[in-house]
């Protein structure tokens, strides 16, 4: 009998001296308890047994690795029951009869659990089995089905057990020479049997450490009394020297890694561990501190493979076939890895989900019917382009490249979808898992392609080839292949499965409490000791209830002996080094609760302190801790009190409130953004750039620019800056488009009417005359044509919202006809032209004289006719309500700069139908909402005010004035500025600026433009 620690290795050499006293080459075979204990010991001994230095002839495995070298060859030519096979294997057995399962067969849960119950079942014997079938129904249950998988498994598999009963068998000709079985622990029935059978059949030496607690060597100890063995009397229980406390989970890990930095000034990394009670968040946390503060580290990784990207693409990529490759979906699972085209070529992310997102996909025939459609548009618009007087090559370019890069998408989804149907039909597992292993290294890469990523993305790829590989065994089970059943394959394997992260030996270890068993080192770290989590509380077993376990007679322990290994695991961690030093915290920020000691560390504190009757609640009663307990306020209190911080971020946080400020540019920069937001003054970081170069002059440089445009500046400057100078734009996703826009249903309309006049050109209305019943008949098959166009490129929303849009807008068209009829009669109007373009498409801008210089416009007038004297009339269709255009006739002609288009409408129809003395009446046509005609007055006094606002708008753009001016009214049924309210949630704050640095003296003309009412001090 040993401790735990340096004592039990020393116990282990010295057994091993006197086996190898008169050979030093005889055969000894160290059985350690885990794979870790049994590096510790492989090392440790290479010192020397004896007087010797060094030692040779020494396998150093486990009990069921050492059952395995005796039984494999003797179960050949059966396989090992893999977590893939028994799920498999259970996945059989509940479709055949599910019994009590059946509403909940197909979850993977439920194998999940029943594999964990079949592990458990194996060991139990026959008779244990029958009282536990009589237990209840659901154990019955549990028990046949158990029955039906060993029975598919039984003939073509073996797992542990079988393993430890073959090897138990076969020990006595196996030459095994001397065993020593090092620290065991909680050993189930077959492999106590098997070392019972190794104490029968070789030489055995067991060196079992007790801890000194009576609970927590109950395992070991009826171990020792199996194999005939005394445990004697225990030691006594070792505890921590020293205790850290901190507010919360966080700052806990934080100040353990400051007291491990000093310890490494003394102390050797590979010397020292951090232990930790639970993965989450512990795990996590450790790995980031200890990276940040430069420590190095081995142990096992805090992520499985399937939270790594490579890990999760396979997965992720079957699961689209159940949504019919919705597109945003795809492009996340594309995204996270370097993924690759069908022909190996790189995919280019960033331009398909551009391209997408303009061709209106969501996702399933979308990827066929809308790139398809949007392919034959840009086409189209390339044959136009080609077609002008003066075609811009780079725009047909750009529908060159437009239209491959469609051809290229849709060709990949519609191999993606093909391959994933497929994958329904295929009918073997077998030739599952190859269909699997080449899309998968098809999309991600062959192995060698991936050294470029991190060493746990390239773990994750070859777990992921590996469970595919075996995926064959499977046929053998009489399983049908399926989708979903190789998703539930790779969910199950890949959750289990984690990269190790360094070597050990390298840098300090981190890893759970559990693998604290074997472990001799210098200072021990335990963190997390809070009672919660250590030992937390005893969750039940649906399948397997403590009532169930207790019919067993003891062959399956019942859930509150898993407590007494969770301690024993501690009470190893205070024996292996001379120096532990354990922590926990008082609170839980992500629960905001309290938390207290764990139970099993009262104890180390009662021996701190000196007080025995020192309870959990009252930890923090006694002052006479010393300098063994550290309780940490507050992350605050520490970074400024603390003597030894860990990472460089630490250091920065402490001069900034040392110093009141930090040398960083950036931070400097922020605080100044802050206070200047906050002043009067329209600064630069609310769109002050007076001074700044490269802004544009639209009076003095051959620059042009469309109404809309300027609309758009006295509408929000900050809006126009964003948008039209830096070019960016909110992303509008087609899955987010539930009906039609406006904005589109203006362009619909606008179009339908445009395509009418062009097609019957020849033969247009005389003055006053109607619209004929062909071209009121034609109208509407226009707007059935452009409306189904509009729903091919996924524009209109719901099927079922769009079909009742789409007739009032087919009913606004019919309406719209008639409504020009009459008007046209009382005004003897004549239509002569639509979309009447200027500055484009080899047309001459139309220019307006400012104060500063001359001003070129672009763009197209709606419609233009003219009436029986010669006058010309301009016609602006407007589909929206009338609302804010009332003032226009009688007192605000432009309303404060937001409706420029008219007047350089007017110029253009002058320019193309009359000289500069023709007549020109303009009005806006409201064919929805607010029917009816809205004129503005183009007289002599309007075209002076025009060139003023113009030269206003175009000298503020030119000075560099952009300030967010954020709508009057709050955002509610839709985001009016998504420029002043980016994340939707309302502008308030931004109108609160707006008001305040309106009154700054470099806004004044530009305030007495768009917001008038401002300059006289009645602006809300």
Same mark, same amino acid.
């Given at each position: 009998m040993t401790g735990y620690g340096a004592e039990a290795q020393e116990q282990l050499r010295l057994a091993v001296g006197r086996a190898k006293a008169d050979d030093p080459m005889a055969q000894v075979t160290v059985l350690a308890p885990n794979n870790i204990a049994g590096v510790v010991a492989r090392r440790h001994l290479a010192r020397g047994t004896a007087d010797r230095p060094g030692v040779a002839g020494i396998e150093v495995t486990t009990l069921v690795r050492l059952a395995e070298r005796i039984a494999a060859p003797r179960l050949a030519p059966r396989r090992p029951a893999t977590r893939t096979v028994l799920a498999a294997a259970w996945r059989r057995a509940l479709s055949q009869d599910p019994g009590q399962f059946e509403d909940i067969a197909d979850h993977p849960a439920t194998v999940r659990a029943l594999v964990r119950a079949h592990a458990?079942?194996?060991?139990?014997?026959?008779?244990?089995?029958?009282?536990?079938?009589?237990?209840?129904?659901?154990?019955? +249950?549990?028990?046949?089905? /158990?029955?039906?998988?060993?029975?598919?498994?039984?003939?073509?598999?073996?797992?542990?057990?079988?393993?430890?009963?073959?090897?138990?068998?076969?020990?006595?000709?196996?030459?095994?020479?001397?065993?020593?079985?090092?620290?065991?622990?909680?050993?189930?029935?077959?492999?106590?049997?098997?070392?019972?059978?190794?104490?029968?059949?070789?030489?055995?030496?067991?060196?079992?450490?007790?801890?000194?607690?009576?609970?927590?060597?109950?395992?070991?100890?009826?171990?020792?009394? /199996?194999?005939?063995?005394?445990?004697?009397?225990?030691?006594?229980?070792?505890?921590?020297?020293?205790?850290?406390? &901190?507010?919360?989970?966080?700052?806990?890990?934080?100040?353990?890694?400051?007291?491990?930095?000093?310890?490494?000034?003394?102390?050797?990394?590979?010397?020292?561990?951090?232990?930790?009670?639970?993965?989450?968040?512990?795990?996590?946390?450790? /790995?980031?501190?200890?990276?940040?503060?430069?420590?190095?580290?081995?142990?096992?990784?805090?992520? &499985?493979?399937?939270?790594?990207?490579?890990?999760?693409?396979?997965?992720?990529?079957?699961?689209?076939?159940?949504?019919?490759?919705?597109?945003?979906?795809?492009?996340?699972?594309?995204?996270s890895v370097p993924s690759r085209q069908f022909d190996g070529e790189r995919i280019p992310i960033s331009p398909w989900e551009r391209l997408s997102r303009a061709a209106g996909v969501v996702g399933g025939d979308d990827w066929d019917r809308r790139l398809h459609t949007y392919r034959v548009d840009q086409r189209a618009r390339r044959a136009a382009e080609v077609n002008l007087p003066e075609p811009q090559d780079w725009l047909i370019r750009r529908c060159d490249e437009q239209a491959a890069t469609a051809r290229a998408l849709r060709g990949f989804t519609m191999r993606l979808r093909e391959e994933l149907s497929r994958a329904d039909r295929i009918g073997t597992w077998a030739e599952l898992g190859e269909w699997a292993q080449q899309l998968f290294t098809t999309l991600v890469g062959e192995l060698d392609s991936l050294r470029a990523l991190p060493a746990e993305e390239q773990y994750a790829a070859t777990a992921v080839i590996s469970i595919l590989g075996s995926l064959a065994t499977l046929d053998e089970l009489g399983v049908a292949p399926s989708l979903q059943g190789l998703r539930d394959v790779l969910d199950t394997e890949l959750a289990g499965a984690r990269a190790r992260v360094g070597r050990f030996g390298d840098g300090v270890l981190v890893a759970p409490l559990s693998a604290a068993v074997g472990l001799d080192l210098d200072v021990v770290y335990v963190i997390g000791l809070s009672e919660d989590l250590y030992p937390g509380r005893i969750r039940g077993d649906a399948l397997l209830p403590d009532r169930a376990r207790r019919v067993t007679g003891g062959e399956l322990p019942e859930r509150r002996e898993s407590l007494d290994a969770k301690h024993r695991d501690l009470l190893a961690a205070f024996g292996a080094a001379e120096r532990v030093v354990v922590s926990f915290a008082r609170g839980d920020l992500r629960r905001s609760s309290k938390r207290l000691p764990s139970r099993w560390l009262l104890p180390s504190m009662?021996?701190?302190?000196?007080?025995?009757?020192?309870?959990?609640? +009252? #930890?923090?009663?006694?002052?006479t801790y010393g300098d063994a307990m550290r309780t940490v306020g507050s992350f605050a209190g520490e970074l400024t009190r603390c003597s030894n911080l860990a990472t460089e971020q630490e250091w920065r946080v402490r001069q900034t409130a040392a110093a009141g400020r930090l040398d960083d540019a950036v931070v400097d920069n922020a605080v100044a953004m802050i206070h200047a937001r906050a002043s009067d003054r329209l600064t630069r970081f609310d769109g002050n750039l007076i001074g700044v170069g490269g802004l544009p002059n639209f009076a003095t440089e051959d620059r042009v620019i469309s109404p809309t445009a300027l609309e758009s500046y006295a509408t929000?400057?900050?809006?126009?800056?964003? =948008?039209?100078?830096?070019?960016?734009?909110?992303?509008?996703?087609?899955?987010?488009?539930?009906?039609?826009?406006?904005?589109?249903?203006?362009?619909?309309?606008? =179009?339908?009417?445009?395509?009418?006049?062009?097609?019957?050109? +020849?033969?247009?209305?005389?003055?006053?005359?109607?619209?004929?019943? =062909?071209?009121?008949?034609?109208?509407?098959?226009?707007?059935?044509?452009? &409306? @189904?166009?509009?729903?091919?490129?996924?524009?209109?929303?719901?099927?079922?919202? #769009?079909?009742?849009?789409?007739?009032?807008?087919?009913?606004?068209?019919?309406?719209?006809?008639?409504?020009?009829?009459? #008007?046209?009669?009382?005004?003897?109007?004549?239509?002569?032209?639509?979309?009447?373009?200027?500055?484009?498409?080899?047309?001459?801008?139309?220019?307006? +004289?400012?104060?500063?210089?001359?001003?070129?416009?672009?763009?197209?007038?709606?419609?233009?006719?003219?009436?029986?004297?010669?006058?010309?009339?301009?016609?602006?269709?407007?589909?929206?309500? @009338?609302?804010?255009?009332?003032?226009?006739?009688?007192?605000?002609s432009f309303c404060?700069?937001?409706?420029?288009?008219?007047?350089?409408?007017? /110029?253009?129809?002058?320019?193309?139908?009359?000289?500069?003395?023709?007549?020109?009446?303009?009005?806006y046509w409201f064919v929805r909402r607010d029917l009816g005609r809205i004129p503005l007055?183009?007289?002599?006094?309007?075209?002076?005010?025009?060139?003023?606002?113009?030269?206003?708008?175009?000298?503020?753009? @030119?000075?560099?004035l952009f300030p967010p001016k954020a709508p009057e009214d709050p955002d509610h049924a839709w985001v009016q500025c998504v420029y002043c309210n980016p994340d939707g949630i309302g502008h308030a704050e931004a109108r609160v600026r707006w008001k305040r640095k309106r009154q700054d003296p470099v806004l004044q003309e530009l305030v007495a433009l768009v917001e008038p009412q401002a300059s006289h001090g009645t602006a809300p």
């Open positions: 458990e079942l194996r060991d139990v014997s026959d008779e244990a089995r029958a009282a536990l079938s009589a237990a209840s129904p659901l154990c019955a +249950e549990l028990v046949r089905l /158990h029955s039906q998988v060993r029975e598919l498994t039984g003939d073509g598999w073996y797992d542990d057990t079988d393993l430890l009963v073959t090897a138990r068998e076969h020990v006595r000709a196996s030459a095994l020479g001397h065993c020593v079985l090092f620290l065991p622990q909680d050993l189930n029935r077959s492999e106590t049997a098997f070392a019972e059978a190794l104490g029968r059949g070789a030489e055995l030496t067991v060196i079992a450490a007790l801890t000194g607690e009576e609970r927590a060597d109950r395992d070991v100890c009826r171990l020792l009394q /199996h194999l005939g063995a005394d445990p004697g009397d225990p030691p006594a229980a070792r505890t921590a020297t020293a205790v850290i406390n &901190a507010s919360d989970s966080d700052d806990e890990v934080r100040c353990v890694v400051r007291d491990l930095m000093s310890t490494l000034r003394s102390t050797p990394a590979h010397r020292v561990a951090l232990l930790h009670s639970h993965a989450t968040p512990y795990g996590r946390l450790l /790995h980031e501190q200890l990276a940040a503060a430069g420590v190095q580290v081995n142990g096992t990784g805090y992520r &499985a493979v399937d939270e790594r990207a490579v890990g999760r693409f396979l997965p992720l990529v079957l699961a689209l076939a159940d949504r019919r490759l919705p597109r945003a979906e795809l492009f996340r699972v594309l995204s009662r021996a701190l302190c000196d007080d025995d009757t020192l309870t959990a609640t +009252e #930890w923090d009663r006694p002052a929000c400057p900050h809006g126009f800056f964003v =948008e039209r100078l830096l070019g960016v734009k909110p992303l509008e996703l087609p899955e987010d488009i539930v009906v039609i826009g406006p904005a589109d249903i203006g362009n619909l309309v606008h =179009e339908s009417m445009d395509q009418l006049v062009t097609e019957f050109a +020849e033969r247009l209305p005389g003055p006053g005359e109607p619209w004929t019943v =062909e071209q009121h008949a034609r109208l509407l098959e226009i707007f059935a044509e452009r &409306a @189904a166009h509009y729903q091919d490129r996924g524009l209109t929303g719901y099927p079922r919202l #769009w079909a009742p849009e789409r007739d009032r807008i087919t009913r606004d068209g019919a309406r719209m006809l008639a409504a020009d009829d009459s #008007w046209r009669f009382e005004h003897g109007v004549q239509v002569v032209a639509s979309e009447l373009p200027f500055g484009m498409n080899g047309r001459p801008p139309v220019t307006v +004289e400012v104060a500063e210089g001359t001003v070129s416009f672009r763009g197209s007038a709606d419609l233009v006719g003219r009436r029986r004297d010669g006058a010309l009339v301009v016609i602006d269709i407007k589909t929206g309500s @009338a609302r804010k255009f009332q003032d226009i006739p009688t007192s605000d404060d700069g937001t409706k420029l288009q008219l007047p350089v409408y007017a /110029h253009a129809a002058r320019r193309r139908f009359g000289d500069p003395a023709t007549p020109v009446e303009a009005s007055p183009l007289s002599r006094d309007v075209e002076q005010r025009y060139s003023r606002t113009i030269s206003t708008l175009v000298r503020s753009i @030119a000075a560099g």
